[in-house]
């Protein structure tokens, strides 16, 4: 149901995988839309799965945890401690590791998703939900910053300290572009760059394997085996990446929540 049809090779030239193998056809295809997808529904499967292990680690709390509980305490006393408290600190991070810890798990399924076999389909390599999770990210630390600043947050932002006021105009161009434009577009097409990236180069190896072995040649039927290693390496590298984004994602929305509440110190 899932899995991504590669396409078909033959002996006499390499037909590459492409950007419509990785974004597969609607389920319920309506209008000229393109429907419910199965990235729509891993996408809705991912929220089941995160709500269930949770749920499961935390339904019997005990005072000496067993090996569920203790995963999930673990999960997110990583979020809690490592990046909301690290990075946001004080008594502030506390209202935000809600926040944080739904993103890094949100993220981190959805990415994992393309190195399970038969599924091998990261939700993010389609660009619509990493803009929708940087859009909710850049409305939030806004209002965060106008909440605790004012409007004058936005001069905070804009105008750093102790730049002298002839270079001002020089500067607060570029600040202003820095931080509201480019922030948000980096955020999101970081994501889904790496994981478009990263899988498509694994379909590509697949598919110049499948077409090396149709060669007569032997020596390019032998050469199938150095594809694979390669392809076995960026397999790895690849689900190496999906839990790193997964992290910087979040991480950047924890520098960047801790941005706009004390903006008035940076």
Do not use: C
Not at 20 to 49: R, T, Y
Not at 78 to 106: Q, T
Not at 153 to 171: D, E, H, Q, W
């Amino acid at each position: 149901m899932f899995a991504l049809t590669l396409p078909a090779q033959d002996s006499g030239s390499f037909n590459p995988p492409g950007i419509d193998e990785m974004h597969l056809p609607a389920i319920l295809p309506w209008g000229a839309a393109d429907g419910f997808s199965k990235q729509m529904l891993l996408v809705i499967l991912s929220v089941v799965i995160i709500a269930a292990f949770f749920v499961a680690a935390a339904r019997k709390g005990q005072l000496v945890p067993g090996k569920l509980q203790f995963a999930g305490e673990s999960a997110y006393g990583f979020v809690r401690n490592g990046i909301a408290k690290d990075i946001i600190g004080g008594k502030d991070f506390i209202k935000y590791v809600p926040l944080l810890f739904s993103l890094f798990f949100f993220i981190l399924v959805n990415n994992i998703y393309g190195a399970i076999p038969v599924i091998q389909l990261p939700s993010f390599s389609h660009v619509g939900g990493a803009y929708v999770l940087a859009g909710l990210v850049y409305v939030t630390w806004i209002v965060i910053g106008v909440k605790k600043n004012g409007i004058r947050y936005f001069k905070l932002a804009t105008v750093p300290s102790g730049v002298p006021f002839y270079i001002l105009p020089l500067v607060v161009p570029i600040e202003i572009i820095s931080n509201f434009v480019v922030r948000p577009i980096t955020h999101s097409l970081r994501l889904f760059a790496t994981m478009l990236a990263g899988h498509l180069i694994v379909m590509i190896a697949g598919s110049g394997i499948e077409f090396l072995i149709a060669q007569e040649n032997v020596l390019l039927k032998g050469t199938s085996l150095l594809v694979l290693a390669g392809a076995v390496a960026m397999y790895m590298l690849e689900a190496l990446i999906m839990v790193l984004q997964a992290y910087v994602f979040t991480l950047l929305t924890a520098i960047y929540i801790e941005g706009a509440l004390h903006a008035d110190s940076h």
